[in-house]
């Protein structure tokens, strides 16, 4: 059972994410892939200088949408807020190598009153 982090900034002034996690993935973009396992914890929190005001949520993606076919929820229980990071434990046991959870993080930008989503994914390693 390992920790897999992942790290949410602003990517520029844009209204989309730069993501990166303590696997060494740092795509510079929001097109990030964390591997996991079986009882795995996942925590999203802020990155350093992150342009963010907070993380608002973390919520699976909508598998009927084409982009996300094939997406199935690899979490056993809906992340939980936690002094301003997100932690969910990974299900057990694995549905299989290579099933993945395409899923949204929502954000808010300083000054904006508006809620933002953007869509990483996590993906079965064993």
Avoid: C
Wanted: charged share 25%; no cysteine; glycine share 8%.
């Amino acid at each position: 059972m390992a920790e897999r982090i992942i790290y949410v900034s602003r990517n520029g002034q844009s209204h989309n994410l730069k993501l990166r996690d303590n696997q060494g993935h740092n795509p510079g973009n929001n097109d990030l892939t964390t591997d996991i396992d079986p009882n795995d914890t996942v925590r999203w929190e802020l990155d350093t200088n992150s342009g963010l005001e907070a993380i608002t949520g973390i919520k699976p993606s909508d598998p009927t949408q084409p982009a996300y076919r094939g997406s199935q929820n690899l979490l056993a229980a809906p992340p939980k807020s936690e002094n301003g990071s997100w932690e969910a434990t990974v299900v057990s046991p694995s549905p299989g190598r290579g099933k993945f959870e395409n899923y949204m993080i929502g954000f808010k930008i300083p000054n904006d009153a508006t809620e933002y989503w953007d869509d990483p994914k996590l993906q079965m390693k064993s």
